[in-house]
């Protein structure tokens, strides 16, 4: 992010405009590929599967954080977004941080799907991109959060936890937290 930075503890986070948080946000989630996509079973469980980004745009929006994922029109993940469609998209790196909530609908949109369509999706879809079972999952925001950790990130910030179990101090990691409705 390129707002100030403060040492920040738990309680102590730096909080950009929510203008910048929104760009800053769209930054993070468009320098990753893949992401943890958490949602609902039947039953009620949280449900984590790591999924390669397809798009971070829906057929309708290109909404900061909106983002779209191909699966298995038949499946876990499937049903679950048909009966539970709020989801959770989660993205970590060394240093950045990003949850996206939001609803998740299927499209089966077949031009969207051909405009998308990897080489290597044909491993799970052997028809290519007429293959029936090709869905796209596409999500569309309604809160964003970002973290972003100072220089040294995780490595450095572990360092400074460290340091300050060891001296019996609060640790004091520089870095910056934004939460935005989208």
Known sequence: M?????TTR??????????AARRDLDQVARSFDTA???TRTRSGELRSRPMQIASHSTSDTTTTGAMTF????HGGLSDEIRSAPQVNVALQGDDRFASI??????????????????PEWKAWFPEGPEDSEVVLVEVT????????VDEGGAVGALLELGRALVGGDSP???????????
């Open 36 to 38: 943890m996509l958490v």
């Open 10 to 19: 738990p309680t102590d986070i730096d909080t950009p405009a929510p203008h």
């Open 101 to 118: 909530s939001g609803r998740a609908e299927p499209s089966h949109d077949r031009l969207r799907i051909h405009e998308l369509w990897r």
């Open 172 to 182: 004091s990691v520089g870095g910056s937290h934004a939460k935005v409705d989208l």
């Open 2 to 6: 390129t707002e100030s930075r403060t």
């Open 70 to 73: 191909v699966a298995s029109n």
């Open 141 to 148: 925001p309604e809160q964003g959060e970002v973290w972003e």
